[in-house]
């Protein structure tokens, strides 16, 4: 199969096309004929050499994929061949076929693409798993989303609008404010404009919000647990502003805040069937009523991934970005 590979780590250059074999197919596992797969923030920490493969995945990069089973291990029921799924996989999208758990498998939503549906797994994952199972999110709670107008942001904001929260966002300029309003925020804070902090307070009536959906991490962490509410909670999913932050311990203790977060790749097989099954029970049908639908910002053809992953980077993008194989 072809697939993407990189002898080195480093900027996107560094990227090129190689042919190998699949591994044959142990317990509980499926092998998919990748039609799309999509591109996110780890894929390109992985090529950095920021963010190697966990023991036992696959080094080749992807981390999603929508296309149609050519394969079942003999003790898998739920799927057979010829299904179209799209998956989460612990490495190994950027390729023609991908193997990986079929409880981490979904059925693709009813009119959807494979482009759209392979944009999907690994932002529901991590947003079901972090904000909703982590944080507790309910309906009639607020939310803060940083970063809203990327793939995860624009997810974080939809899930939560659908389950019945109030939403606020960060994002860097006006254009991506006005996106993140038009995906169902309440307010947009361009924090390259203004600190985020007032301007949430005062929305909120000074109670602040019941949780914060934390990508930025470092210098926005002390202004994070100043808006959070009483009794509220904070969850970590990425560090793009910084790996450490200097924590106002007094406010975290005062305000009685539960502060968790996770990383999905290293999870147990059994942590993401259950993230499966909640997404399958209470988002995939959002999906097909048309009550959330992730936008595509662009999508690319396999061979100009290089291309695909400098779109990444440029932080132009407005939802998700797709690499299509067929």
Known sequence: MKHVSFDKTGSAEVMSFSHSELAPLTQGQVLIKVYAAGVNGPDIKQREGAYPAPKGASAILGLEVAGEI?????????????????ALVPGGGYAEQVVTDASHCLPIPKNYSFEQAAALPETCFTVWGNMVVRAELTAGETVLIHGGSGGIGTTAIQMASALGAKVFVTSGSDEKCQYCLEQGAAVAVNYHREDFVEPILA????????????????????????VVAMDGRMVSVAMQRGMKAEVDIFRLMAKRIRWTGSTLRPQSIEAKAEIAQGLKLHIWPLLEQ?????????????????????????????????????
Do not use: P
Not at 70 to 86: I, N, P, R, T, Y
Not at 203 to 221: K, M, P, R, S, W
């Open 203 to 226: 929305a909120t009536a000074g109670e602040g919000v019941n949780v914060v959906f934390d990508i930025a991490g470092g210098d926005f962490v002390n202004r994070n647990l100043k």
């Open 70 to 86: 050519l394969e079942v291990a003999g003790d898998v029921s739920q799927w057979k061949v010829g299904d179209k799924v799209c």
């Open 290 to 326: 048309g009550k959330m639908s992730i936008k595509l910002d662009k999508v690319f053809a396999f061979n100009d991934v290089i291309a695909a992953h400098q779109y990444m980077e440029s932080g132009q993008h407005q939802g998700k970005i797709v690499l299509k194989l067929i």
